[in-house]
């Protein structure tokens, strides 16, 4: 399924062009769920999904996460995957960090939940290990709010017009205690709009720093997550939507307005940057 998608010559834009109306004829939205290649894995992706039609359709939904997860992890490495969703960054992650490294996925959603489980079941020589929770600052109980048709975007503080499904969230450097991770390669976070808690509930005494943080920017300006990475001495490098080049992103406002993606480095890992072209 998908054969000329999975030519896509572009950075962005999978999601939309998997749901476009020319792809929705070509394959219509259905409950349908599909085995779709990620790679040497095997992906369920529901039809009726924004993710799952761009997995189902392109293997893939951002090619430049997928470029920066590539160059960040290595084998042997443990990946932080915050925002699973199907588990496409944690399958691309595990084929990188191989059967001596580790991905921590972390999902709390009921709506992607059974297809993530079927995901793991099905891939089970790839070092992934599932935690059904949301990360925050403290430990408790919080409403998930999921919009249909793209679970991808559920929110514990947007939609609050929808219904929302109570689960479970956990510090994370609670749970890297609890599993032994002294060192993270990568943490991609994804949390729409929930990033600075999980930030928060990680970046404790004694609680390791990931070398480099893959996450959204979805204003023009600088959220609380650039200020509390760049306080933790990162620094932040944009991944333009058009041409794959990566631009310094400097105080305050300037670099966020071109930038959906941004990759914080660890300024005391001067090995990171040749990783991504960068001197």
């Not at 259905?30 to 290649?37: D, E, F, K, L, T």
């Not at 059967?99 to 992934?128: C, D, M, Q, W, Y």
């Not at 404790?204 to 979805?218: H, I, S």
């Not at 001495?233 to 310094?248: D, S, V």
Request: aromatic share 4%.
């Amino acid at each position: 399924m998908g054969g000329a998608l999975r030519l896509w010559p572009f950075l962005s834009g999978l999601g939309k062009l998997a749901s476009s109306a020319p792809a929705r004829r070509l394959v219509p939205p259905s409950p349908r769920v599909v085995w779709a290649p990620v790679r040497a894995a095997r992906c369920a992706a529901p039809l009726d999904d924004l993710v799952g039609r761009a997995i189902a359709l392109a293997g893939d939904l951002d090619p430049k996460v997928t470029w920066a997860v590539d160059r960040l992890a290595a084998p042997g490495d443990t990946v932080l995957d915050v925002g699973a969703n199907l588990g496409l960054v944690s399958l691309l992650a595990a084929q990188r960090v191989g059967p001596k490294g580790r991905v921590l996925a972390f999902e709390p959603s009921p709506v992607v939940l059974p297809h993530l489980r079927a995901t793991l079941a099905a891939n089970p020589a790839l070092p992934i290990r599932l935690h059904e929770v949301a990360l925050g600052e403290e430990p408790g109980t919080l409403a998930l709010r999921v919009p249909e048709g793209n679970a991808g975007g559920g929110s514990l503080v947007a939609h609050p017009d929808l219904a929302g499904h109570a689960v479970p969230v956990r510090p994370l450097a609670d749970v890297l205690s609890e599993e032994g991770v002294a060192d993270v390669a990568l943490m991609k976070l994804d949390v729409e709009g929930y990033e600075a808690p999980v930030l928060r509930g990680l970046l404790r005494p004694g609680a390791p720093r990931p070398r480099a943080v893959l996450f959204e920017e979805n204003g023009a300006t600088a959220s609380p997550v650039a200020a509390l990475l760049r306080a933790e001495g990162y620094r932040l490098w944009g991944l333009p939507r058009a041409l794959l080049r990566l631009m310094p992103v400097p105080d305050g406002a300037p670099g966020f307005a071109r930038c959906n993606d941004i990759v914080a480095l660890r300024a005391d890992r001067p090995d990171l940057p040749p990783r991504l072209g960068l001197t």
